[in-house]
């Protein structure tokens, strides 16, 4: 999140709307975003239907992986990373650079 955050600027500058998602509540996504600085919206995936519609819920866990989606405005997936490759937003944020200069 604070690595997608540091990127904020190239990212709403390449036309992309940052968004997290986590199965928290709202309340403890609000008292993460203010503890880490995160000023893009965290979204409550409460109950975890939308984890689970992405086939990212993991059962042992009872929790989603780490993961990144880069979706179009088609609403299609265009990037995404996975577990550790999440961490590093670098790969969405190129695409989002390209997607900008394309254009």
Do not use: H
């Amino acid at each position: 999140m604070k690595a997608f955050q540091q990127n904020l600027k190239k990212l709403e500058a390449a036309d992309t709307q940052v968004l997290g998602v986590s199965m928290d509540s709202p309340y403890a996504n609000k008292a993460f975003a203010d503890q880490i600085g995160v000023t893009f919206p965290l979204l409550s995936d409460w109950g975890g239907d939308v984890t689970r519609q992405y086939g990212v819920y993991v059962d042992k866990y009872k929790a989603a992986r780490r993961i990144n989606f880069l979706i179009g405005k088609d609403g299609k997936i265009l990037e995404e990373q996975i577990d550790r490759d999440a961490i590093d937003p670098k790969k969405i944020v190129d695409a989002c650079e390209r997607k900008k200069l394309s254009r």
